[in-house]
């Protein structure tokens, strides 16, 4: 198993661009999960989906999209990009909650996002 | 709310201290779960331990070990003759019912000096 894995590595934006970051996961989960890190900082949710067809905000969606047609693949996209949005972005995936219960999240490698 | 407090920002020890990592957290759901990442300086983020509400056993593992209390919303994260591969930011993170939406604390950078 690859696990969770992103692309690109790295990517320098220039302001009013867009871009997509990739995430994908071989390991069947239906929770999927974007955050963001900041220097120095915790990890903040942007988005999560709890299977395919359904996406919901987490506590900074805004200047992001995402979709999730497949169990697999759960892209980020960034409109229109700004300086503020200068981060470390990790896509991460989990076992689904049967029974309320919460599993761990793997997490990808990171895509680190720099807008000039 | 949930939320998830990590008071210490940064800790420096030396090689062979033990050391604790205090995490403090809020939620109104009576079942939660919690989690200890680390990330160490490569960037990526591991796993630790995960812990559900209804297990307020403490945990050892090696040389790690965590103390969850109830009574006082703490989930402390221990580390005994700490090397300097334990140097990190360790994160406390925490899920209500449904694993829907983790709340991450800011992290407590540890550095263990040789």
């Known amino acids: 198993n690859a696990g969770v894995t992103q692309t690109p590595k790295f990517r320098i934006l220039k302001i009013g661009q867009s871009m997509t970051l990739q995430c994908t996961q071989d390991?069947?989960?239906?929770?999927m999960y974007w955050y963001r890190q900041d220097p120095g900082m915790g990890l903040k949710l942007i988005y999560y989906?709890?299977?395919?067809?359904?996406?919901d905000k987490g506590e900074v969606p805004n200047g992001y999209n995402v979709s999730r047609s497949t169990t697999e693949d759960f892209p980020l996209r960034l409109e229109l990009a700004a300086p503020s949005q200068t981060s470390v972005y990790f896509c991460?995936?989990?076992?689904?909650?049967?029974?309320?219960?919460?599993?761990?999240?793997?997490f990808g490698p990171g895509t680190r996002l720099t807008v000039l | 709310a949930q939320k998830v407090t990590q008071a210490q920002t940064e800790i420096s020890v030396v090689e062979k201290e033990d050391v604790t990592l205090d995490c403090v957290y809020e939620?109104?759901?009576?079942?939660?779960?919690l989690f200890w990442y680390k990330q160490p300086p490569s960037g990526e983020l591991v796993f630790l331990i995960r812990r559900n509400s209804f297990d307020e056993q403490n945990e050892i593992s090696g040389r790690y070990s965590w103390n969850f209390q109830k009574s006082t919303s703490s989930f402390n994260f221990t580390i005994t003759a700490s090397q300097v591969v334990d140097s990190a930011v360790y994160f406390c993170?925490?899920?209500?019912?449904?694993?829907?939406?983790?709340?991450f604390g800011p992290g407590t950078r540890l550095s263990v000096l040789p």
């Open positions: 989906s709890v299977g395919a067809g359904i996406t």
């Open positions: 390991m069947n989960h239906n929770y």
């Open positions: 991460a995936s989990s076992y689904p909650g049967y029974g309320g219960r919460t599993d761990e999240q793997f």
């Open positions: 993170a925490l899920s209500e019912t449904g694993g829907q939406n983790f709340v």
């Open positions: 939620t109104r759901d009576t079942t939660y779960y």
